[in-house]
């Protein structure tokens, strides 16, 4: 974004943040709100499309008091990669990794801090459409990518 468009972003996350005061403005709600001024270009539609993923699509909850959304998306996450790829869990295990410690980015910024815009705006029409779901097939998908070299490191490489 352009130096207007980070004050426009600024005006979006000050709005939200006064709307919804019981959860005020958390990390990572910048990275959802600024994918939604760098789309729409402008500050209201970004405004009511932040309050929509966060009202309608209950991301709310993720940046409530004490994360409660987010601790149950991460132990279901946790869930998923043991049923799917338990290799991969148990080495998880061993090393006392859990999806708290490389899943919650993607889930508090829906994947626009770690992904590209293109693959993001993708991912954002079907998440949309799908809900959460989709969110935790996009980080399989993205384990199953990263199996080979996941199972090959050690905790000192």
Known sequence: LDE??????FRVLRAVSH?????????????IAGMF???????????????????RHGMNQY??????????TTLQFDCLVEAFFPDLSAAFDTFNLSAEFYATQWFLTLFTYSMPYAHVLRIWDQ?????????HRVGLA?????LPDLLGLGFDA
Do not use: H, T, W
Request: with cysteine; charged share 25%.
């Open 37 to 55: 001024m760098r789309v729409l270009q402008e500050e209201a539609l970004a405004y009511q499309c932040m309050l929509s993923m966060l009202l």
């Open 19 to 31: 709307r919804l005061e019981d959860i005020g403005y958390c990390q990572g709600m910048n990275f």
């Open 142 to 146: 993205l384990l199953e990518e990263a």
């Open 127 to 135: 998440f949309l459409c799908r809900g959460m779901k989709l969110i």
């Open 4 to 9: 207007d468009g980070r004050e426009g972003l």
């Open 63 to 72: 940046f409530g008091d004490r994360f409660p959304k987010l601790r149950l």
